[in-house]
């Protein structure tokens, strides 16, 4: 049993990690019905909605076919890098750095395995983790923290696009820099022949009837996204409708990374009703803001530290620059950057380490760079 838990820990490194934090804060904090109210349900359920929807893509090949594309527009290598990584870095400005990696990721294994550029995904997946949490900083709906934030502040979309555009700019630069160094590195530019091949298990990708019921149901999710759609009810109707169309679809989301996302709601909630905590905190973050959110996101991520740290002062537009930056450093700064690592530990399970490595090294430079720009606009 204990061998079982052992290799469990291993496998579930993060998930065992935030129920680990959940069940100390529980000693601290005692169970109750106000447990309940520190799980975002709508957060859950769409991310449970946008991961069947993907799967459902997945399974239909349509992400085989965004490679058939890229590969026929692009032959060089740091072509199709800058593809893969700036498509997150531009459309996670609308549809949440959560939903770009979904979508991207897979996308990227696919891409380079077709191109025998295996040897590129812990690198290219790497930088699509931080377009999409830097890119997702430009607009309110880019992420959870901004939408919160942009909602209880009372700061206008002008406001907002102002105080973040900068930072994006700059991002915009480092990844363009990245993919220039990388290039540098390997300067050979001979055009790529991949070899193309057809997918197994893939039955349905000739049913129209799946292919209508995916695409109106990711159209759903995109509305809920821009909260033109509830979430509650979004969830029953995409879970009964691969209930009854393909079941298999469900076996294929991954429960693991919301589960976690519950455990880091549980230590989040616990921590905000700690009276010692509160008045520590306050005293602590008052002009500090950007500081204090950015080390706190390093520890419960940004979105957590969000709702946490905006119960201790008004300067929000402080809380957004430190929690989106924030995002950035370790693995659970962003519960986005979970979505990558998850893919890489299913498609390459023995790289996990590797993969680990170079993403906490990147994500600390980018950290460092970008607050070092902050300090010269401040």
Known sequence: MFRNIIAFIKKETVLSAAWILALISAFLVPPSKEYLSYIDFNTLFLLFCL???????????????????????FKSKSGILSVLVFMPFFFSMVITNDVALIVF??????????????????????????????????????????????????????????????????????????????????????ELQPEIKPDEDDKNKSSKGIWIATVVCFILCLLCVGKLFPAWILFPVIFIAYLIADRKILKNVDYSLLFTFIGFFIFTGNI??????????????????????????????????????????????????????GGLGTLIASMASLISFKQIAKNYHDKRGKYFIQFTVMNLVFLALLFGFHLILA
Do not use: W
């Open 105 to 190: 990721v897979p996308l990227a294994i696919i891409t380079l395995r077709m191109c025998g550029l295996e040897n590129l995904v812990l690198f290219t997946v790497v930088l699509q983790t931080l377009a999409a949490n830097l890119g997702s900083m430009s607009l309110p709906m880019g992420n959870p923290q901004n939408l919160y934030l942009y909602s209880i502040s009372g700061i206008n979309i002008a406001g907002f696009i102002s105080t973040m555009i900068p930072y994006t700019a700059a991002s915009f630069i480092l990844l363009l820099m990245s993919i220039f160094i990388f290039q540098l590195k390997n300067k050979a530019t001979a």
């Open 272 to 325: 905000k009703n700690m009276d010692a905590a509160r008045e520590v905190i306050a005293t602590a973050i008052t002009g500090h803001e950007v500081g204090f959110s950015i080390a706190a996101s390093q520890v419960i991520s940004n979105v957590p530290a969000a709702l946490l740290l905006s119960c201790f002062t008004d300067n929000f537009k402080a809380l957004l620059i430190g929690t989106n930056l």
């Open 51 to 73: 991961m069947a929807v993907m799967a459902s893509f997945k399974k239909l090949g349509a992400f085989e076919s965004c490679s058939k594309f890229l590969l026929g527009k």
